[in-house]
C-alpha cells in the first residue's frame, strides 16, 4: 500500500525538475549536517557532480527559487520539505494543490513511516 503522504511531498520536490537539479539536491541532502548545512566549493560540487560553472549556478537557482535550498557562499542549506507538504483533495491534479503550513523535518519522517 503507497503511502500518500509521501507522495505528494515527493512529488512537489521533483516533479519537473531537471536531472542536474536532482543530482545537486540529492548531493545536498547527502552531505548536510544536522542542520542542512554543507561547506562544499563550486569547484567540488562541480567536480563530483560532473558538471559545469554556469550549469551549477543555473541549478543552484532552481533549487532556490523552489524553496528547496538556500545558498550563501559558500554554504548550502537544504530547507525543510514541509514547506513542500501539499493539501490536496483525492482526484485533484497535483499542480492545483496548495501548500499548508510547514511542520518539522522529524514528523514528516514519521508521518511517512507506516
Do not use: W
Request: proline share 5%; aromatic share 8%.
Amino acid at each position: 500500500m503507497q503511502n500518500n503522504c509521501c507522495k505528494f511531498r515527493v512529488e512537489a520536490v521533483i516533479l519537473g525538475r531537471k536531472t542536474g537539479a536532482l543530482a545537486l539536491y540529492l548531493f545536498l541532502c547527502t552531505v548536510a549536517d544536522a542542520q542542512g548545512a554543507s561547506y562544499y566549493s563550486d569547484g567540488r560540487v562541480c567536480e563530483l557532480l560532473g558538471m559545469g560553472s554556469a550549469e551549477l549556478k543555473s541549478t543552484r537557482r532552481e533549487l532556490m527559487d523552489a524553496g528547496l535550498v538556500a545558498y550563501s557562499r559558500p554554504f548550502y542549506q537544504v530547507l525543510s520539505l514541509d514547506e513542500h507538504k501539499m493539501e490536496c483533495p483525492p482526484g485533484t491534479p497535483l499542480r492545483q494543490c496548495r501548500k499548508s503550513a510547514p511542520a518539522t523535518l522529524n514528523s514528516l519522517a514519521r508521518s511517512c513511516v507506516p
